[in-house]
Structure formats: C-alpha cells, structure tokens
C-alpha cells in the first residue's frame, strides 16, 4: 500500500490563500479552504512520485512532452482463485435472474441473492486475503465490474458500494490492526454489507455544511443528525458515516441495529434511481457508537477518507457505464436489423450505423478509462484527475448513450412498460449525480490541475501585492514593477521558455496512422494548454478560486 504515515506542518490550503488575498472574510475562506485543505491531506498520504502533480493528466499539460508511458495500461492479469470467485458469482446472478428470483417482493435485490453471493466470495473481493477475502488487484476488480453489469448493473453498483465508498476501502486503508481484525472478516462474507453516508439534508456538494455531530462520552461517541440519499442502507448494514468530531469531519464505521429504535431511524421515500436497492435517509438521536470504532487518518481528517474510497468509486461508476452500453448495444443491433423502414431493415441506414458505432466508441473509451485508471491505482498513484475524468465520461456517456442513441433508434417503443429504456431511464441518468455531480467535479479537475502552477507562480505574486497594498498593479507604474521585480521573473522565465521552446513530438508506440493522428492531435493540444491556462489564470486572477 502506498500510503505514508509520515505528519508534517499544516499549512493554509492555495484556495484559502487565494480567497483571503482577494478579500474573502477569514471564515469564508477558511471554510472554502477546509474542503482544498481535505485534499491536500489526501496528496500527502502518496509518496510524491505518485502525487497529482505527477500524475499523467497533470504532467501531459505541463510538462514538455506528454509522458506517453503513463498513458499506456496493463493487461489486466487475475489470479486463478480470484477468477473463480468471479465466475461463481456471475453464476449466482445468472441462476436467480434466470429463475426469476434476482428481486423481492419490493423489487429490491433479494437477500438470498445477496447471502448466496457471499457464499462465493463476491462481497470479499476487495478484502485482503488475511481476513477471508480475495485480495483482488483493483485493476482485475475494475474490468470484473464491466462483466457483472453486462449482468445486473445493480449488483455490480453494490458492489463498488461495499467495496470502494463503504466501509471496506476505509477500514482497509485508515483502519488500524485492530478494526481491521473486528471488521474485515464479517464485510469479506458478507454478514455485513456496507453503505456510505455522507450527504445530509443540508449537505450534498457544499461538505463544509455537515451538520451530523459525535461527541464523546466515555468509551462511547453520541451521535446526533441526518443522512440523505443514503444507498444499500438497511438495518443491520455497517456504514461509514462522515460526521463532525469537535468541528472537524471524522468517520465512524457504525455497525447499525438489527432493528429500528428511539435512537436509530430510516427515512423512506420514493426515488426513481437505483430502484432495485434501497435507497433510504438515516436519522440519529442520541445514538452511541464504540469510540474504538473511529478511523484515524495518518493525516487530515474525515474527508480525506471519504475522499480515497470515492477516487475508487469513480472509477467504478465507469466501469458499471461499459457494461450498462454494452446492454444497450446488444438490445439495439437485433432491433435495428429487424425493423424496416421504407422496405429496409433501419440497420443499413447511415443515420443509424453511425449511432451504433458511436455507442461502441463509447464502451471502448470506458473500457479504456477503466483500464488507465485502475492500472494508475494499483501502481501507487493517487490518481484524482484520472478517476474524476473517468467518472464524467462514464456517467456523460451512459446518459448521452441512453437519449441519443438507444432511445431514439427504438422509436416510441422506447416508451411502453416493459422496454429497457422507459424502465431504467433514471438509471441511466442518475450517475452524473452521484459520487460527485459531473460539473462541480470538473471544477475540482481543473482546481487539481492549476493548483501547483498558482501556488510556484501566482500565488508569491498575489502575497507580495497584498504586503505592498496595491490593489490593481500596473507594470508601467516603477514602483509597482520595483516591488514586483522579484516573484514575477520566474513567472516570465516560464512563459518565455513556454513559447520559445519546441514541443517535443510525442514517442508514441506502433499504431494504425489515422489513430496515430488522433494521439498526435490530443498530444499538441494538451501540451498547447498550458500557455491557455495560465493566461486564463493571470487574466482572471483571484475570481477563479472564487467560483
Ligand atoms: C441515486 C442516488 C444515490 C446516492 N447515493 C448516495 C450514497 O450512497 N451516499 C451519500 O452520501 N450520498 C448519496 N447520494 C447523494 C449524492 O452524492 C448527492 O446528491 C450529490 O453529491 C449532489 O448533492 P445535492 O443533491 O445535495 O446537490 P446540491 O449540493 O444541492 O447541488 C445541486 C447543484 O447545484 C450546483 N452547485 C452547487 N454548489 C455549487 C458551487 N459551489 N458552484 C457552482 N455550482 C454549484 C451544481 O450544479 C450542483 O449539482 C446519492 C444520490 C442519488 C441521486
């Protein structure tokens, strides 16, 4: 494993810098700075070859060249044992979907469906071999996934529940020997399945309003507030719940009651998405949970767990996205070949070739993602800008595979009960919310991706202003060029070096030509983004951290 446990001085994240220097209240900035801050925690638990800024997306931008190496993957290699824990458990779908017993009465997965999976080995895929699960690369986890979705997109969805935002990538990664010893095991079989719970009422994208609070009694914490929107949570579950400790977010992993009762309470209602699992909100009153029972990260705090588990996740939704397409493919071709317009089956036509092709280019880029990214994990790499890049492409194109392609190439078919895209049409759209919205975490991306160009190169100069008192510089006024004379000259020497010198040309392996020309194309352009961004980022200054 690749964390460090290695502690070092705090310091003020760039986002809290930059919005107190362009004259943000101090809590304002401090709490924009909390959730930058989470994450430079994260960055710190990698060893610095495997930081964002040596990540493959940061460096194809702003390094000189793109590192083509880091954006080849692996063939996904799966020991034999861990394959047949695979097998046995696509075995388990196929047979109950078969026998019409994959739900129950409430159309929710059925518990023996989920007991028999634990017999083989499904729910201890993540888990390491000393606790009676599979230890798994999560390379092999990751492409497995895209199979069991092509099965059941539910059951390869709790899977990524359990295993990556759950209680298990948690307890794995931040538990101690202890919690990993008391935990482990029942999550390998699972006797306990796992949820996430960390958006509250009040609390979805904006994480610096949680509200839900432990404070600690004895050897106990009380724990007070609500979740929301919380998945796989039924009584009995183990949960990793993210909530305040003394102000600071921390995560408890609660082993919730076999019944509800005065302390512990789920909220029903209706939800369109993920409509074969439950779904529920969670109430706590004065609920007690073992304070043996809270991980400690070596650095930061809650999110910073939360945060880890989610990098995993992403990447998951990706790969539920290629499995998803790929039944949405097998549905439209023998319609498309059966359907005739005009005395033609519809599948000759251009318009409708094109979309069966897009929808294959998608699966194919999914697929590729899945692979990158999860080659990127389990070499050591943090991976944030990767799994973000792979989450927005997977949800994008599963919902522009849905609308544009499987829905309008089966007409208004689509629409009658019983016709897979009126019958899981919030399925689809659903994972462009979860795990993140799609476009606040495209800004979270780009945040990853100036950060460490701000703080080298913006951030002295926005320090010195800010010491020296000028408001609006002006490189023609002497005394304002004087005072800046000393933070600016890196920022110049860049620039110049920037345009001046040659892009080298990408050392791209053997590829057909007209795909050589795409990875020329994407490399120049990678490369060209640099002096964009960072023009960008002088021309607007401190309103980008403001947004
Ligand atoms: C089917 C489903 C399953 C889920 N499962 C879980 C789960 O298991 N565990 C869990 O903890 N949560 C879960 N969630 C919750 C999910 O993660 C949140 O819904 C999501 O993070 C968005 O939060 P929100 O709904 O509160 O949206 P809001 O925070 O209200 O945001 C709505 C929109 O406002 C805009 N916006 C917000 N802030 C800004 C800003 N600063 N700048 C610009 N625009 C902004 C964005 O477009 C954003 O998408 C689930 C949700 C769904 C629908």
């Not at 073992?290 to 400690?296: D, K, Q, T």
């Not at 973000?388 to 499987?406: D, M, N, P, R, T």
Request: hydrophobic share 40%; with cysteine.
């Amino acid at each position: 494993m690749s964390i460090k446990t290695i502690d070092t001085e705090e310091q003020a994240s760039f986002a809290e810098t930059a919005l107190k220097l362009g004259g943000k209240s101090d809590d304002e900035a401090r709490r924009t700075g909390a959730i930058d801050a989470a994450d430079d925690q994260v960055e710190r638990l990698f060893a610095p070859q495997y930081q964002t800024v040596n990540s493959p997306a940061h460096r194809a931008v702003w390094d000189r060249g793109v590192p083509v190496e880091l954006f080849q993957s692996e063939p996904v290699a799966t020991p034999p044992a861990v394959q047949a824990v695979m097998d046995a458990s696509i075995a388990v779908v196929r047979r109950h979907r078969d026998a019409g017993t994959l739900h129950n009465s409430e159309a929710k997965i059925a518990d023996q469906v989920l007991a028999d999976l634990g017999a083989s080995g499904y729910w201890g895929l993540l888990v390491d071999q000393e606790f009676g699960g599979a230890g798994t690369p999560f390379a092999a986890f990751a492409a497995f996934l895209t199979r069991m979705a092509t099965v059941d997109p539910t059951i390869a969805g709790l899977a990524s529940v359990h295993g990556c935002i759950g209680a298990v990538d948690p307890v794995r990664t931040f538990g101690n020997d202890e919690q990993r010893q008391r935990f482990l095991p029942g999550l390998a079989s699972g006797e306990r399945l796992s949820a996430f719970a960390l958006t509250e009422p009040g609390a979805g994208s904006d994480l610096t309003a949680l509200k839900t609070t432990a404070v600690r009694d004895g050897d106990h914490y009380i724990v007070n507030g609500e979740k929301l929107f919380i998945t796989n949570v039924v009584p009995g579950r183990t949960i990793g719940l993210v909530c305040l400790i003394e102000g600071k977010p921390a995560v408890l992993v609660v082993e919730l009651p076999r019944e509800e009762n005065e302390h512990f309470q789920l909220r029903k209602y209706g939800l369109y998405a993920l409509k074969h699992t439950y779904n529920r909100g969670i109430v706590f009153r004065d609920f007690r949970v073992p304070a043996e029972n809270l991980l400690s990260a070596p650095r930061g705090d809650g999110l910073t767990i939360a945060y880890h588990g989610l990098n995993l996740g992403r990447i998951a939704l990706c790969a539920n996205a290629a499995g998803t397409m790929r039944i949405m493919l097998a549905g439209m071709i023998p319609w498309a070949n059966f359907r005739q317009t005009y005395g033609q089956p519809i599948a000759r036509r251009e318009l409708v070739r094109r979309r069966m092709g897009q929808l294959a280019g998608l699966i194919t880029g999914c697929d590729a993602l899945v692979a990158w990214c999860s080659t990127l994990i389990d070499r050591g790499y943090r991976g944030e800008m990767e799994c973000i890049v792979a989450k927005i492409f997977g949800s994008e194109a599963q919902k522009h595979a849905a609308i544009e392609l499987f829905m309008k190439t089966h007409g208004g078919r689509s629409f009658l009960h019983g016709h897979p895209f009126g019958d899981n049409v919030h399925e689809y759209l659903a994972p462009c919310i979860y795990e993140g919205e799609g476009e606040m975490l495209a800004m979270g991306f780009f945040k990853s991706l100036v950060k460490d160009h701000g703080k080298t190169f913006f951030e002295p100069i926005g320090k010195t202003l800010a010491a020296k008192g000028i408001k609006k510089p002006n490189p023609f006024n002497p005394a304002h060029a004087w005072a800046l004379r000393g933070v600016v000259t890196p920022y110049i020497k860049w620039t110049a070096a920037r345009r001046l010198t040659r892009t080298p040309r990408p050392a791209l392996p053997p590829m057909p030509g007209a795909l050589r020309q795409h990875a020329e194309f994407a490399s120049s352009e990678l490369q060209r983004m640099a002096l964009e961004i960072s023009g960008t980022m002088s021309k607007f200054q401190l309103a980008l951290a403001d947004r």
